[in-house]
């Protein structure tokens, strides 16, 4: 089966074919952040407009790499939520017109569940069931994962997501956007316990987190500190980046206890951060465990994750999973991961 995968949820405009029977992946991704840099974050409409001009050649670059014509695929893939609305209804109004057109059936998918199953595409793939930490700009959770499509949340972020903070401690540091790459960069060059930070919640029994006093902290650090010293900001950058590897180390350490997993797979963004790679490895190999992540070039919003996610819907529902003959499909700026099959796909 030739699954052709569309994502359009935020910044990034991916597209990917994903063949089921060789397991090849083409995927080509053109991302918005030079676009979005000036505002220090993304702008809604620009992003919507850029998928606009973004996906129709992308589609015809990753089909005339496969070697593909529009009529060997057999289904259409979408990302319908959650994320911004108009970004969405770009991707999914390119993906209905496709079905139509090539009577082709079209899978909506859960973005979060598209990073979730993201490292089952990696060599080697851990099996179900697993512990997942989906950590990224808008989300950070940690979900019990017995099967594809079977998933329990443990515990997520109160109030702002870790790549969020990441963004909004690059700003108050003078960096870059977007901030994650920045300030962990920056944050190599600080002297551990120099500046200190709170934990949040790291003691608080439960697998719920957040991260926005951590912000405020990291504001009050910035304000006292000198505006002249780069070693200054270096040391603010490490405190932050210190206080969030141990609080997401914690919790993974705590959800693989609560469930007697073994096997914890982090997906989003900022599981290319090196520094919380570093912590989760060591904190999970203690106790005999192994960590997972996508591939490095799946690690942030792709269209691969989008195609592969829809064949296992597909592989596990048949018809059930795709939109009807009409393609009334529907985009979930806000959608329940763990209500997804009764939630409904259309």
Request: aromatic share 4%.
């Amino acid at each position: 089966m030739r699954v052709l995968g569309i994502e359009s949820s935020c910044d990034e405009t991916g597209v990917a074919l994903y063949d089921s029977a060789s397991g090849a992946l083409v995927h080509a991704l053109h991302s918005q952040v030079d676009l979005h840099r000036a505002y220090g974050g993304v702008v809604p409409e620009l992003a919507s407009r850029d998928h606009v001009q973004r996906l129709l050649p992308l589609i015809d670059e990753v089909l005339r790499r496969a070697g593909s014509e529009r009529g060997a695929i057999d289904a259409v893939a979408v990302t319908a939520g959650p994320g911004l609305a108009g970004a969405l209804l770009v991707g999914c109004g390119v993906a209905a017109a496709l079905g139509y057109a090539l009577g082709l059936p079209v899978v909506p998918v859960h973005h979060l569940e598209g990073h979730l199953l993201s490292p089952l595409l990696a060599d080697p793939a851990p099996r179900f069931p697993f512990v997942s930490l989906l950590v990224s700009g808008g989300h950070t959770q940690f979900l019990e994962v017995r099967e594809a499509g079977r998933y329990s949340l443990l515990g997520e972020t109160l109030d702002d997501a870790a790549g969020e903070a990441f963004d909004k401690t690059a700003q108050m540091l003078g960096l870059g956007y977007p901030g994650g790459p920045e300030v962990s960069r920056l944050a190599a060059s600080g002297v551990p316990g120099a500046v200190r930070l709170p934990r949040p919640m790291i003691d608080s029994g439960t697998l719920e987190l957040s991260f926005s006093g951590l912000k405020t902290a990291v504001l009050t650090a910035v304000r006292r500190s000198d505006p002249a010293s780069a070693q200054a900001r270096a040391d603010i950058a490490r405190a932050f980046v210190d206080a969030v590897v141990a609080v997401l180390t914690a919790k993974a350490v705590q959800a693989l206890a609560r469930t007697g997993l073994s096997q914890l797979v982090v997906a989003g963004g900022v599981g290319a951060n090196v520094q919380l790679r570093a912590g989760l490895e060591a904190a999970i190999g203690a106790r005999g465990g192994r960590v997972y992540y996508p591939p490095a070039q799946l690690c942030t919003d792709n269209g691969a994750m989008i195609a592969y996610a829809g064949y296992v819907r597909l592989a596990r529902l048949g018809t059930a999973a795709a939109t009807s003959a009409a393609y009334p499909l529907r985009v979930r700026p806000r959608w329940d991961l763990c209500r997804l099959d009764e939630a409904g796909a259309a």
